[in-house]
């Protein structure tokens, strides 16, 4: 049976873009076929964290406070 969490985060705001963290590296492969039906393919570097300033602050705060509420209910064991 799933139990209700409520989180609330505030005072989200930007302190510097020099934070030491640790930095990761991956290689994405992208396949799709296109509006023509052409399939196509592309390979692409991302660079953990770097990439969360492409995102968009709104964005990457929705998608770390779901992180954190998925973290809070599986140490919680809210929904063992």
Known sequence: MAREVNIITSGWRATGTN????????????????NAGVARTGTRTITFPNVLAQLGNEYVKEKITEMILERVREVLGVDS
Not at 19 to 34: G, K, N, R
């Open 19 to 34: 934070v030491q963290t640790p930095q990761f590296e991956l290689i994405v492969q992208f396949d799709w076929v296109d």
